[in-house]
């Protein structure tokens, strides 16, 4: 039964992807404006319509949703677990003396970007105004 709940899921999600790009609105254009073209197709058109479009797709749209929400779901939990491991780890490092965490100089930090931020931004060059002069 795992088998018949994959199927569906793969299925539904195929779907959703499939119509909602503009190439299906350019076919449901083009699907909405065949009764124009060829006036016996009118019934045909409006059935298929009512019929297929709203009581098939839009259900496996809705449905397809859902699988999409648990797969984001799912992936956020593993991301989230992964993330609280390395913090964890993190934080043991911290313990053991490895690293020092806590005892960090923001100051000479800031210090030294500063340096390496003026070393790397070339210098303005001053504006000429309309009288030749620099401001």
């Excluded at 503009?22 to 009764?35: A, D, E, K, R």
């Excluded at 797969?71 to 390395?86: F, L, S, T």
């Excluded at 003396?97 to 390496?116: F, H, M, V």
Aim: net charge positive.
């Amino acid at each position: 039964m795992m088998w018949i709940k994959r199927i569906n899921d793969v299925l539904a999600a195929n779907v959703t992807l499939a119509m909602g790009t503009m190439w299906c609105v350019y076919l449901f254009l083009v699907w909405s404006l065949l009764p124009l073209v060829i006036t016996p197709s009118q019934e045909i058109v409006f059935y298929i319509s009512s019929g297929i479009l709203q009581l098939i797709c839009l259900p496996l749209i809705i449905v397809s949703q859902h699988v999409l929400s648990r797969k984001r779901d799912a992936r956020a939990a593993r991301d989230h677990a992964a993330v609280m491991a390395m913090l964890m780890e993190i934080k043991t490092l911290g313990k053991d003396g490895d690293i020092e965490l806590y005892d960090i100089d923001l100051s000479d930090i800031t210090q030294r970007l500063t340096r390496i931020e003026k070393a790397i931004k070339p210098p303005r060059k001053a504006r000429k105004t309309t009288s030749g002069r620099s401001p």
